[in-house]
């Protein structure tokens, strides 16, 4: 397990970053947060770059900043690699010299640097100029030298923001492999929580400089949904439940793919790519996409119908409209949020406790990756 302690002050005239907070780096953990919620602010700060900062940061039991000691380790001495928005490569350079460059600073080197090309899918651009690539290609340039420096820590400032869809899918893609295969623990700061729902095994989350919450990526997706609901002005991100589920069925022959939950099952349109048996697939239902039955669906074009009990009814105020609610629903075990009117609540006499159907329609369940 590795654990990065924050007990830090950032002040400037306009904003106050203030964290106290052990961040448990198992895998990849995701930093999210509107514009100017000090999300860049504290990847800076643990990589040393921020020099007005007071408390103590510590990685991995080594102590990296301590005002009350006097103690700051330099940036170049945390073992903390950062990959900025913008790549920040030497244009005169080929993307070999580029990457050489950062091999270089390493004085122990343990990783080979073909295999470094390899594994970010560089071998036939190494001795192309940086600039003549792509904004995805030099992405994966950045992240091959963050690398190459052999960090304890790999620090990713939303490094999508500037890329096209099919760029941001592989890059995504090449980041979970790039953990996976070196056991990096990586830090992801990104404004979508879409992208960090796909890759991320927990979540920090930051308004105005504060921490709100941090836990389970999928957990901490829907306590999202209730704090959009109590401060409407955040309004993070659409209320929606946020899966993990096993593949059961990659095609059942009619151009869906099937995910077991338990004993029922949710059906997708079919996806592109290798998939196996069992293995996980991370997906999004939105709220606004489902709805509720008292009684199961007969005769009906929206395939997913999914039997559950209401746990919980909360008024909505994601809109400037107060005419409607969330409403909470237990289907084996899974949570399911659900976005209607309170004309719909009324209607059908919905109470906590009381069994429902849900059903949604097989391109209500999104993922991003694919």
Known sequence: MTILSLNINLRYKTFDLKINQALDLTGITGVFGRSGSGKSTLLRAIAGLEKKITGSIVFHEKILIDTTQNLCVKPEKRNISLVFQDSRLFGHLTVRDNLKYAAKRCVNSQLNFADILTLTELDD?????????????????????????????????????????????????????????????????????????????SMLILSQGKVINYGNIH?????????????????????????????????????????????????????????????????????????????????????????????????????????????????????????????????????INKPVYLQFKAGAVRTYLY
């Open 125 to 201: 651009l190494a001795d192309a100029s940086v600039n003549d690539l792509s904004s995805g290609q030099k992405q994966r340039v950045a992240l091959a030298r963050a690398l190459l420096t052999e960090p304890k820590l790999l620090l990713l400032d939303e490094p999508l923001s500037a890329l096209d869809q099919v760029s941001k899918t592989k890059l995504l893609n090449l980041i979970v492999k790039i953990q996976q295969q070196l056991k990096l623990p990586i830090l992801y700061v990104s404004h979508s929580v879409d992208e960090l729902q796909q890759v991320c095994d």
């Open 219 to 351: 957990h901490t997706i829907h306590q999202l949904n209730f704090i959009s609901n109590s401060l409407p002005s955040e309004h993070l991100i659409h209320q929606q439940t946020s899966l993990s589920l096993p593949i059961t069925n990659t095609d059942n022959g009619q151009g869906l793919m099937v995910l077991a939950l338990v004993e029922q099952e949710i059906l997708l349109p079919r996806l592109p790519g290798e998939f196996t048996h069992n293995q996980q697939l991370r997906c999004f239902i939105l709220a606004s996409d489902i709805s509720i039955c008292l009684s199961e669906p007969q005769n009906s074009t929206i395939v997913n119908h999914l039997s559950g009990t209401i746990n919980a009814i909360e008024s909505s105020s994601i809109d400037e409209s107060t005419h409607s609610v969330l409403v909470t629903v237990v289907c084996s075990g899974q949570e399911f949020f659900v976005h209607i009117s309170t004309y719909s609540q009324l209607k059908l006499a919905l109470c």
